[in-house]
T-cell receptor, first 115, second 115 residues
């Protein structure tokens, strides 16, 4: 099975712009979670989607949003970019349910640089 | 709130030797899962091993094993016969019934493997 894929892998934006990142989960996986990784804050949970519905949300401002499509692919959007949004954004998928028992498998990440 | 603490920012081990990475956690939940993830320079987060809290037996995966001490809320990772390819950041993570899909990560331990 192909793993989790994320596009683009690298992105450079300027302050005030918006950005959309994409994640395709492992085939058959219906849950997609997003994480932000920065040197200062470490790995932080953004949100999780299952069957096109947001099931869980981290403590991030409303500028961060996401959605999931019927094929389980997910996108996250960050509007009005700030310098502090520079980070590695990781997507993870898990099979069938949002259960805490499910192992999450990660994609390679999208590295976002905001200038 | 649940927390995960990794008190060793960096560790070093010689090739073929054994090293133990420490992790402590705190959660009020009785049902939870613990994970060790490895993040090599490629930044891809790779699952190393997982442990169900209700299982007394420590999980093992080839050269990787854990020492799970539930009462002490400790979850250490032992790497035997260390190889150069084991060099990476290692993250301890926790997922519980109360937080469903959200993984809470520690700050990571950077493992160096020397010849």
């Amino acid at each position: 099975k192909a793993g989790v894929t994320q596009t683009p892998r690298y992105l450079i934006k300027t302050r005030g712009q918006q950005v959309t990142l994409s994640c395709s989960p492992i085939s058959g996986h219906r849950s997609v979670s997003w994480y932000q990784q920065t040197p200062g804050q470490g790995l932080q949970f953004l949100f999780e989607y299952f069957s096109e519905t947001q099931r869980n949300k981290g403590n991030f401002p409303g500028r961060f949003s996401g959605r999931q499509f019927s094929n389980s692919r997910s996108e996250m959007n960050v509007s009005t970019l700030e310098l502090g949004d520079s980070a590695l954004y990781l997507c993870a998928s898990s099979s069938l349910s949002t259960s805490y028992q499910e192992t999450q498998y990660f994609g390679p990440g999208t590295r976002l640089l905001v200038l | 709130a649940q927390t995960v603490t990794q008190s060793q920012p960096e560790m070093s081990v010689q090739e073929a030797e054994t090293v133990t990475l420490s992790c402590t956690y705190d959660t009020s939940e009785s049902d939870y899962y613990l994970f060790w993830y490895k993040q090599p320079p490629s930044r891809q987060m790779i699952l190393v091993i997982r442990q169900e809290a209700y299982k007394q037996q420590n999980a093992t995966e080839n050269r990787f094993s854990v020492n799970f001490q539930k009462a002490a809320k400790s979850f250490s990772l032992k790497i035997s016969d260390s190889q150069l390819g084991d060099a990476a950041m290692y993250f301890c993570a926790l997922k519980s019934a109360g937080t469903a899909s959200k993984l809470t990560f520690g700050t990571g331990t950077r493992l160096q493997v020397t010849l």
